[in-house]
């Protein structure tokens, strides 16, 4: 069975500083996908990023970055000089290969980042 | 492009009657379309997996007397909650999936809220 653990429920910080939102994973598969999405108040799921188990190299886009290490089973987001824009849910989540039947998601219990000015 | 929408996106009924919920991939063919439930401060919960053509995969725990769902065409998957009450009052997603080569990806619509008083 796949599992995604987001151990943070809620983290504060003041604008501008850095922020990490830890993911830890389960899945028996060794090819799978990872995500990241983000879920402001309005409740629309915005996507960031997908990663193939395969591709181990962090991303950088922006002020965002990620960091996967198949080692340790994690996918962590890190949020550089973070801005009140920022304050959102975001959930990691989890995929099994396209098996020509449906790729089904286990999300996350999702991390609530409350950025203040 | 892909762009899926959810109509309405609000709802507010009495305890007893039956609300619909449309999803609608707009620019692309969905074959599968999946039903999520997220209730306050939590994650979101797949219920079901709709397939054009064929009768829904309900998640365990899930009645599926309770919560229809209908994919009558490739671009229109609907969820029916009959009648309804108070606990059922819920933030619900719908995603419609693209296929790719390799992976099919997973497009979120903007969310339906249901108040069931």
């Known amino acids: 069975a796949q599992k995604v653990t987001q151990a943070q429920t809620e983290i504060s910080v003041v604008e501008k500083e850095d922020v990490t939102l830890d993911c830890v994973y389960e899945?028996?598969?060794?090819?799978?996908?990872l995500f990241w999405y983000k879920q402001p108040p309005s409740g629309e799921l915005v996507f960031l990023i997908r990663?193939?188990?395969?591709?181990?190299q962090n991303e950088i886009s922006g002020r965002y970055s990620w960091n996967f290490q198949k080692s340790t089973s994690s996918f962590n987001f890190t949020i550089t000089a973070s801005q009140v824009v920022d304050s959102a849910v975001y959930f990691c989540?989890?995929?099994?290969?396209?098996?020509?039947?449906?790729?089904?998601?286990?999300f996350g219990k999702g991390i609530t980042l409350s950025v203040r000015p | 492009g892909a762009v899926v929408s959810q109509h309405p996106s609000r709802v507010i009924c009495k305890s007893g009657t039956s609300v619909k919920i449309e999803c609608r991939s707009l620019d692309f063919q969905a074959t599968t379309m999946f039903w999520y439930r997220q209730f306050p401060k939590q994650s979101l919960m797949l219920m079901a997996t709709s397939n054009e053509g064929s009768k829904a995969t309900y998640e365990q725990g899930v009645e599926k007397d309770k919560f229809l769902i209908n994919h009558a065409s490739l671009t229109l998957s609907t969820l029916t909650v009959t009648s309804a009450h108070p606990e059922d009052s819920s933030f619900y997603i719908c995603?419609?999936?693209?296929?790719?080569?390799?992976?099919?990806?997973?497009?979120f619509g903007p969310g339906t809220r249901l108040t069931v008083l």
């Open positions: 990663r193939n188990s395969f591709d181990e």
């Open positions: 989540a989890l995929s099994d290969i396209y098996t020509g039947a449906n790729s089904k998601l286990t």
């Open positions: 995603s419609a999936e693209l296929r790719g080569v390799g992976y099919n990806e997973q497009f």
């Open positions: 899945t028996r598969d060794t090819t799978y996908y």
